[in-house]
T-cell receptor, first 111, second 114 residues
Framework: QKEVEQNSGPLSVPEGAIASLNCTYSDRGSQSFFWYRQYSGKSPELIMF????GDKEDGRFTAQLNKASQYVSLLIRDSQPSDSATYLC???????????FGTGTRLKVLA | KAGVTQTPRYLIKTRGQQVTLSCSPISGHRSVSWYQQTPGQGLQFLFEYFSETQRNKGNFPGRFSGRQFSNSRSEMNVSTLELGDSALYLCASSLTAVSYNEQFFGPGTRLTVL
């Protein structure tokens, strides 16, 4: 059973701090990695994707991928109360390409 | 460009009934995936359709079925509803069905089974 693991949280950070969200996965052949943000009562919204080892930056968001260690992380700089949400990590199955989601990490940014 | 649309947004049914949910993908997208989201289980994959063919299927009973039409719109059907089927049903579309295509979610259909 291929799995994606995330700490459920809540992860609480003060406003303006860096929030660090982590995700590990079991399928060594996975090629694509995604981060979604989901506000309470809403559907997931794609915020970052990464395919190669290393860092990828987009505004206040940085995704980091380490395939050798099978983990992917999301850093949110200058965290704002509006960043408070559940962050879902998704990884594509190497055999079928379907997405496997983690159960999400709840982030709370304290004003 | 319009996003993924799902209808209806809310449904209330009773045990034993059946339900059909609809999803219209982003224009030009040919792959549609369906997920069930519950507080306890998170996002669970139901099935994926590409060019009217079911490409992948999750571990759900046969009561859950789906189809895709030539215009890429998709429907999913749940027969003989059970209380445990109460959930948010999400549809996601992507351009094609390969690993490097991002999926974009619709607003979901919230199903309540009484």
């Amino acid at each position: 059973q291929k799995e994606v693991e995330q700490n459920s949280g809540p992860l609480s950070v003060p406003e303006g701090a860096i929030a660090s969200l982590n995700c590990t996965y079991s399928d060594r052949g996975s090629q694509s990695f995604f981060w979604y943000r989901q506000y309470s009562g809403k559907s997931p919204e794609l915020i970052m994707f990464i395919y190669s080892n290393g860092d990828k930056e987009d505004g206040r968001f940085t995704a980091q991928l380490n395939k050798a260690s099978q983990y992917v992380s999301l850093l949110i700089r200058d965290s704002q109360p509006s960043d408070s949400a559940t962050y879902l990590c998704a990884v594509t199955d190497s055999g079928t390409y379907k997405y496997i989601f983690g159960t999400g990490t709840r982030l709370k940014v304290l004003a | 460009k319009a996003g993924v649309t799902q209808t209806p947004r809310y449904l209330i049914k009773t045990r034993g009934q059946q339900v059909t949910l609809s999803c219209s993908p982003i224009s030009g997208h040919r792959s549609v995936s369906w997920y069930q989201q519950t507080p306890g289980q998170g996002l669970q994959f139901l099935f994926e359709y590409f060019s009217e063919t079911q490409r992948n299927k999750g571990n759900f009973p046969g009561r859950f079925s789906g189809r895709q039409f030539s215009n890429s719109r998709s429907e999913m059907n749940v027969s003989t509803l059970e209380l445990g089927d109460s959930a948010l049903y999400l549809c996601a579309s992507s351009l094609t069905a390969v690993s490097y295509n991002e999926q974009f979610f619709g607003p979901g259909t919230r199903l309540t089974v009484l």
